[in-house]
């Protein structure tokens, strides 16, 4: 029981560079779905040179978010065999099969990686063709040239491009659902103040996945050691043991 002891009243669950990007990237996926879908309900406007500019924004925060996550610790985003396994006991629990009790997750639910690793899917989906279709379009930087590849070839990125977005326009929907539930409104509030609250992080983490600083400091990724799990440094946010 010692875990439970010196957890604070605020645990950080969100330091400033994430909300950050998570509120900019909302903004520039905003930007591309309204610019992208609306000509083609029949919105006229110029949206061309708001669609690019917001890809290029979006490829922007993604390199970001890229170098930010590694030196924060890649691995509370690692799916492991234990989450596997209790998602299979849940399954099993909710078509009244007898199972064993499933147990809490560290830091990340299974299903908040799941929608990571779809995000990101997606993201390199849409930015790597939308980097492509730029050829096509005149900007500041370059004279538009829509014969560097066979129409062949644009016409697979135009498919890879559109299946992208939709996918985006489904899981925004479904993000913004779950956000919006009355029981999962604690995890909002966590991406626009940065914390949650003792009760909350007793009640549905499991401590010894995800270790907190007693004083609610936050700090670099767990190191892990030689035959143990990863232990936190000083200050560390949270760690996972394995």
Known sequence: ?????????????????????????????????????????????????????????????????????????????????????????????????????????????????????????FSLGVIGTGLLMMVRVDTPFWVRNPYLLPDATWGVIYVIHGVSAVAFVTMIMAHIYFAARPEKRWITWSMIRGWISRRHYLQHHDPELWRVDPEGRRGRRPVARSGLGPVSRPGTAGGRKR
């Open 1 to 121: 029981m010692q875990m439970y002891e010196g957890v604070p009243e605020r645990v950080v669950r969100h330091p400033l560079a994430s909300r950050i990007f998570h509120w900019a990237m909302a903004a520039a996926m905003f930007a591309l779905l309204l610019t992208g879908f609306l000509p083609i309900l029949g919105v006229q406007f110029s949206w061309v040179t708001a669609h690019w500019i917001s890809g290029v924004v979006l490829t922007g925060l993604v390199l970001f978010h890229i170098v930010h996550s590694t030196w924060m610790g890649l691995d509370t985003m690692w799916i492991t065999r234990r989450e596997i396994q209790d998602a299979y006991y849940r399954v099993r629990r909710l078509l009244g099969k007898e199972a064993p009790e499933p147990g809490k997750p560290g830091k990340y639910p299974l299903e908040n990686k799941l929608f990571h690793h779809a995000t990101a899917l």
